[in-house]
């Protein structure tokens, strides 16, 4: 016992000199460091400095007062610490270290609520930190994130309580670890659930961000009743634009915009062409804000969705809605490159050339070279080991397209 206590006070002279040391640089520079900011080497090795000291007050007693008044001091500066540096996973992984530090001096029965507010904390780095395995950081975060709702109840604390649901819902969302039915309806509960508190007349930005987010798994979730989850899908977006407006919030109501788009383009009720003329409209519209200079992968990725909406439009405007196509699909390869984005690129090549092979204005068989041409590329991609699905799709379309040109040169 009695080394221990030594080796306790060791940590704590060692923590002491390095907090000294921060007092000393942070003095010197003549005015607060801004940390979310933080570029420079000497900026950051303040930080630094702060974790170091943070990780070895972890291990002192928590009654020595000395060890609760630095670690209180150091976190308050460690949750503000979001720096832009050249290694930013790396400073997500010091974030990780000092709030698990920090739980060893703040107990969940002593300080509760700042316990849960670090437990929040880890949570949103474990959810940042892209080192490691994806799925272990994320149920790692929805650990931290339940913790923290042992004191953020819906009764006594509801912000930070429907905040932290919308946390796990997030965590949830995202999660492929068992089954993944099971996590989007647990996420659907989670978001569900804050929505109790995030009203859209008291908190009508969080209640447009929690719609958008039930819309996001409502669009992805495979069950028994697929058309009810994209009409779910489809009022949350719409419910969510309420808010989003084009002037107020422009990327994310393209975003909005965009996934409308895709909840219509799937829908199987109704008019299926007035879908498909709904789905155009809602991808035209968010054309407005992801343009091709400022926003390039997400405007070829609408020009893609628009590509493959043209193709399924009505056969009384057919030609015309097949020129649309083949428009829309050259435009997304002038970002998805083979190089780049050689699955894209296939599946986009596979695609223009459908809409090559049943196009008849202007040359025929000029048309049909050009399809030919396209499902060539699709199966550079496409090869019988890596993608034997769609490479036999891919084939069969070239077979068909070489058999119509055999036929046309016949005639």
Not at 214 to 241: F, H, K, P, S, T
Not at 280 to 307: C, H, M
């Amino acid at each position: 016992m009695k080394n221990l206590t030594c080796l306790r006070n060791k940590r704590i002279c060692v923590a002491s000199e390095h907090h000294d040391r921060l007092g000393t640089i942070a003095a010197s520079s003549g005015k607060p460091i801004n940390y979310r900011f933080a570029r420079c080497r000497r900026e950051r090795e303040i930080v630094w400095f702060m974790l170091i000291s943070l990780t070895v007050l972890g291990y002192a007693t928590e009654h020595n007062d000395t060890a609760q008044d630095s670690a209180r001091s150091i976190k308050s500066q460690v949750a503000n610490f979001n720096m832009i540096t050249a290694d930013r996973n790396a400073d997500r992984q010091k974030l990780v270290a000092g709030y698990e530090a920090a739980l060893r001096v703040y107990n969940e029965k002593k300080f509760p609520l700042k316990w849960a507010r670090i437990q929040v904390d880890l949570g949103n780095a474990y959810v940042d930190l892209s080192s490691g395995n994806r799925n272990d950081n994320l149920q790692k975060a929805s650990i931290a994130y339940e913790a923290a709702l042992r004191v953020y109840t819906e009764k006594r604390y509801p912000i930070q309580w429907a905040t932290t649901r919308n946390n796990c819902g997030n965590v949830y969302a995202n999660l492929k670890l068992g089954g993944r039915q099971q996590n989007q309806q647990q996420a659907i509960n989670a978001y569900q659930a804050s929505l109790r508190i995030f009203t859209e007349r008291d908190f009508p930005i969080d209640w447009a961000a929690t719609q958008n987010n039930l819309g996001n798994v409502y669009l992805q979730l495979r069950n028994d009743v697929c058309y009810q989850n994209l009409q779910m899908a489809i009022a949350a977006y719409e419910a969510a634009l309420r808010v989003y407006t084009e002037k107020n919030f422009p990327t994310i109501w393209a975003k909005a915009q965009y996934n409308l788009g895709n909840a219509y383009s799937k829908f199987p009720l109704g008019n299926s062409q007035e879908n498909l003329h709904k789905a155009r409209t809602a991808y035209q519209t968010a054309l407005r804000v992801y343009n091709e200079s400022d926003f390039p992968v997400d405007w070829a990725k609408i020009q893609k969705s628009l590509g493959t909406v043209f193709l399924q439009l009505p056969r009384d405007r057919r030609q015309e809605n097949l020129q649309a196509a083949i428009a829309a699909y050259e435009s997304a390869l002038r970002v998805y490159s083979e190089k780049n984005y050689p699955l894209e690129w296939a599946e986009i090549e596979n695609n223009l050339g459908l809409a090559y092979k049943n196009f008849s204005i202007a040359d025929r068989r000029e048309n049909l070279l050009n399809a030919i041409f396209c499902f060539k590329n699709a199966l550079k991609i496409w090869t019988p080991h890596a993608y034997p699905k769609y490479h036999q799709i891919a084939g069969n379309n070239l077979q068909k397209t070489q058999k119509l040109l055999q036929n046309l040169a016949k005639k």
